[in-house]
């Protein structure tokens, strides 16, 4: 049995006509139309949606792609069914005020740095960019210092972006990478070589390493962090001299893991608190 629509059908919802065309609907409405239908449906596909929308598919594939393109929806390429994307759990979480990033990673990152000495942060991802929503600086002496509360940096642009890539399906994960390639080339170290052989271990060993690319003697170590449906939201990381990172590699890896799972524990326990 199907499970109901999680929308009510009333004259003015779109599956009751397929006039795609009638010039009184905007496309922001369409687009609603589309993310309303994906929420509520048990088959996601592009058929399904576009019949439940009464929109043409050509139209629904377009405006899907918009969706898609700016972390809305995002599309399995096995199964060919669609999803909300990250930047809905993203938006969700801010329209809530007893949700706050901060609150949520704050002991994990206090953690880090008490136990390792270094700067941690953590990120969330929003299109093909990592926000840095909140940081902690340890009581070593050098710390790295080039990211701020706010601060916005490509995927691909240190660890934490590595981490992220890796964690995402195939599909997204080479969408990303024709929307960095640009920014990126303000960094000639992160040639496509070395981002691809970055991913590779990140995806082999579930933690990135990135050393002399940004800043030279310095480095990064991250890990992602993903929602209860596996779905990279973010990434926790901790910068650091590249020499530091070496010499403590596996350790910090490990201890960054923990916390990411914390980490998501804490988002899954929301999600369901939501429903």
């Known amino acids: 049995m199907r499970r109901a629509a999680a929308f009510s059908m009333t004259s003015s919802d779109p599956s009751v006509s397929t006039q795609d065309d009638n010039a009184a609907v905007s496309p922001v409405e369409r687009a609603i139309w589309i993310l ?46 669609y999803a909300l994307g990250p930047e809905v759990a993203r938006l969700g979480l801010a329209a809530r005020e007893l949700v706050d990033w901060r609150a949520i990673v704050r002991p994990a990152l206090m953690h880090l740095s008490s136990r390792w000495g270094d700067t941690s942060i953590f990120s969330v991802l929003s299109n093909v960019e990592l ?18 509360v706010g601060s916005r940096r490509s995927l691909g642009a240190g660890s934490s972006g590595i981490a992220v890539l890796a964690a995402l399906p195939e599909e997204a994960r080479r969408a990303a990478f024709q929307r960095i390639t640009g920014p990126l080339e303000q960094f000639p170290e992160i040639t496509p070589a070395v981002l ?36 990279p939201v973010g990434a926790l990381s901790m910068p650091s001299l590249a020499s530091r990172i070496l010499a403590r590699e596996e350790e910090m890896a490990a201890s960054l893991k923990e916390e990411a799972a914390r980490i998501e524990q804490a988002i ?3 999600a369901i608190r939501a429903r």
């Open 131 to 148: 926000v840095c929503v909140d940081l902690q600086t340890g009581a070593y002496p050098i710390q790295a210092n080039y990211q701020q």
């Open 36 to 81: 309303k239908a994906v929420a509520g449906l048990e088959d996601k596909r592009l058929t399904d949606i576009a019949r439940h929308c009464g929109l043409h598919k050509t139209t629904a594939l377009r405006l899907i792609g918009i969706l898609e393109k700016e972390g809305l929806l995002r599309r399995d390429p096995d199964t060919r069914q």
């Open 268 to 270: 899954s326990a929301l």
């Open 196 to 231: 691809d052989e970055r991913v590779t271990f990140a995806q082999t060993h579930g933690y990135s390493t990135l050393l002399n690319a940004v800043v030279p003697e310095m480095g990064g170590i991250a890990v992602p962090v993903r929602d209860a449906t596996g779905w």
